[in-house]
């Protein structure tokens, strides 16, 4: 499966972005899609997966700013952000796995990632 993120780009402070991530084929047989991020010297970190059925989870740090759907039959999975903060700042992965998105280092499929600068 292949993915393709786009969406991100430079945004002040306050303000929104959408994400989105196409994949190559079917995503009903995708049960989890989903971003992670990482920022220079950081560790990657999951923001917001979802479940075929709908399942949501979200990283700590989202708070409520963040809003992540999918599409199966556009085949796209989206990530809402408002409220965007500084500390957003990093680079965007879109991810995909049968069987889950916890643990970043075992997940199947990589979209290249969607550069996010959020400005103060």
């Known amino acids: 499966v292949q993915l393709q993120a786009s969406g991100g780009g430079l945004v002040q402070a306050g303000g929104s972005l959408r994400l989105s991530c196409e994949a190559s084929?079917?995503?009903?047989?995708?049960?989890?899609m989903g971003w992670y991020r990482q920022a220079p010297g950081k560790q990657r970190e999951l923001v917001a997966s979802?479940?075929?059925?709908?399942?949501?989870n979200y990283g700590d740090f989202v708070k409520g700013r963040f809003t992540i759907s999918r599409d199966n039959a556009k085949k796209t999975v989206y990530l809402q952000m408002n409220s965007l903060k500084p500390e957003d700042t990093a680079t965007y992965y879109c991810?995909?796995?049968?069987?889950?998105?916890?643990?970043?280092?075992?997940?199947?499929?990589w979209g290249e990632g969607t550069q996010v600068t959020v400005s103060s």
């Open positions: 991810a995909a796995d049968p069987y889950q998105l916890g643990r970043w280092e075992i997940v199947d499929y």
């Open positions: 084929r079917n995503t009903l047989a995708i049960n989890y």
């Open positions: 979802i479940r075929n059925g709908g399942i949501t």
